[in-house]
């Protein structure tokens, strides 16, 4: 069913498969969090699944007398998974997966598709009003240009520490731009060694040189961020890091591009880095020699 068809139901069914456009995965599941927070609650993210002790939570009558509700969330159907549904008649199971085919037998089951404009400005709006922000609507629409949806919550949270109003220069100047086409997509490649240069003077043209030194730094930052935390922790998803769950193929990227890179190197990148960017804020008098000095500094390094 469409999202639209599952919003007017007023009793769910025992189990539900949501996929399709990662930001309704996300708002979804924290709705039906916030709907079943009374309820006796088990999660199990990707790699946490155990179809044992999945069918026991399922089949089980609560201590307490609460409803029994399985929460999985995936990038592939679960072992079993036409198995566990069977167990649900006094529970349920909510999975959110992050693929992109359903077997035939899943007859119970939402599809997200990618949110308008109409969509994203609507929750802008009720997260504004929760939130206490005061914001144009030309900001609004430069968020949206800039972020991708799944992102949109978090930046208005950082927002709204601002008592000022928010214009959509505010949103250049504090918001670190998370499409998926522009920013994230150059830099992995430069970090993968693949052919960037088309890419990357297509960007030039929309934004300026020392923003994207900027964001690169950043990026490389955060790299080794997640090298470090994937060492200590040996987890394979960020979440408990940054505290929210990345889209699947992004956190994928990122958790292989810092293992990819050593730690020594981080340290070479991120000293040179940050020694043209403070050439470059100094005023020095050739600033895009220095940018491209940056890029073919890149091209070259040897953990690439």
């Known amino acids: 069913m469409k999202k639209q068809e599952f919003d007017k139901l007023e009793k769910l069914p025992n189990?539900?498969?949501?996929?399709?456009?990662?930001?309704?995965?996300?708002?979804?599941e924290k709705r039906l969090l916030k709907r079943f927070e009374n309820a006796n609650i088990l999660?199990?993210?990707?790699?946490?699944?155990?179809?044992?002790?999945?069918?026991?939570?399922?089949?089980?009558?609560?201590?307490?007398?609460?409803?029994?509700?399985?929460?999985?969330?995936?990038?592939k159907i679960p072992q079993n998974f036409d198995k566990l549904i069977k167990y649900t008649n006094?529970?349920?199971?909510?999975?959110?997966?992050?693929?992109?085919?359903?077997?035939?037998?899943?007859?119970?089951?939402?599809?997200?598709?990618?949110?308008?404009?109409k969509e994203l400005i609507y929750f802008i709006d009720e997260k504004v009003k929760e939130l206490n922000i005061n914001i144009t609507k030309e900001a609004k629409l430069k968020l949206i240009q800039m972020v991708e949806p799944i992102f949109i919550e978090k930046?208005?949270?950082?927002?709204?520490?601002?008592t000022h109003e928010i214009t959509?220069?505010?949103?250049?100047?504090?918001?670190?731009?998370?499409?998926?086409?522009?920013f994230e997509n150059v830099i992995v490649s430069i970090l993968k060694g693949e052919?960037?240069?088309?890419?990357?003077?297509?960007?030039?043209?929309?934004?300026?040189?020392?923003?994207?030194l900027s964001a690169i730094i950043r990026y490389i930052k955060d790299l080794y961020k997640y090298n470090?935390?994937?060492?200590?922790?040996?987890?394979?998803?960020?979440?408990?890091?940054?505290?929210?769950?990345?889209?699947?193929?992004?956190?994928?990227?990122?958790?292989?591009?810092?293992?990819?890179?050593?730690e020594k190197d981080f340290y070479e990148l991120l000293k040179f880095l940050l020694n043209a960017e403070l050439?470059?804020?100094?005023g020095s008098s050739n600033q895009e020699a220095v940018f491209w000095e940056v890029i073919t500094f890149l091209k070259t390094f040897n953990s690439f």
């Open 195 to 212: 052919d960037f240069e088309n890419s990357l003077k297509n960007l030039l043209i929309k934004t300026d040189s020392k923003r994207f």
């Open 15 to 28: 189990y539900i498969v949501f996929y399709g456009n990662e930001f309704y995965l996300d708002l979804y």
């Open 90 to 117: 006094n529970s349920y199971l909510l999975f959110f997966y992050y693929g992109n085919k359903l077997p035939s037998y899943i007859k119970n089951f939402v599809r997200f598709f990618e949110p308008d404009l």
């Open 228 to 262: 470090l935390y994937i060492k200590k922790t040996g987890l394979s998803s960020l979440k408990g890091l940054l505290g929210y769950q990345l889209p699947f193929k992004i956190e994928k990227q990122r958790v292989e591009l810092a293992i990819k890179i050593k």
């Open 168 to 182: 959509s220069n505010d949103i250049e100047e504090l918001v670190f731009s998370y499409k998926e086409d522009t």
């Open 155 to 162: 930046e208005l949270e950082k927002l709204s520490n601002y």
């Open 279 to 282: 050439k470059i804020r100094k």
């Open 43 to 75: 999660k199990m993210y990707f790699d946490e699944y155990n179809y044992d002790e999945a069918k026991l939570h399922l089949s089980e009558n609560s201590l307490f007398g609460d409803t029994n509700v399985l929460i999985l969330k995936n990038n």
